[in-house]
């Protein structure tokens, strides 16, 4: 074994400190990973989560998609003095009311409760 003196650093230093393989070091070639138990539980919770996610986006975009497809509209302008409740009476006369102003709520991204205000162009559905 050769011990080196560095007189500047005033230090002992011997070649098997800076040896580049030390026992029991990975190499690039063999890295495995093992997951614990904790591991593999998070894991399965952040899959999990991904697919809900992706199901309950797509599945939103899905049905949104088929109920503007399937529903034909016309508009209608709001005059002083109208509501959804009347809107949706003469849009739908033998049909439920309730319904036909939800769909026009959601057609036209309405905040329940507000009144309308006049001159504003609202989708409404068309029934038979």
Known sequence: MTIAYEPQFGTVVSPRQFSPRRSGAATRG????????????????????????????????????????????ETVRVVPGDTLWAIASEANPSGDIRETVSQIVRLNSLEKGKPLPAGLVLSVPIYE
Do not use: P
Not at 40 to 64: E, M, N
């Open 30 to 73: 063999n890295v495995s990973v093992v997951l614990t138990a904790r591991g593999r539980f998070v894991l399965a919770i952040v899959i999990a989560a991904l697919v809900l996610a992706a199901v309950v986006l797509l599945g939103a975009t899905v049905a949104a998609s088929k109920d503007s497809a399937a529903l034909a509209v």
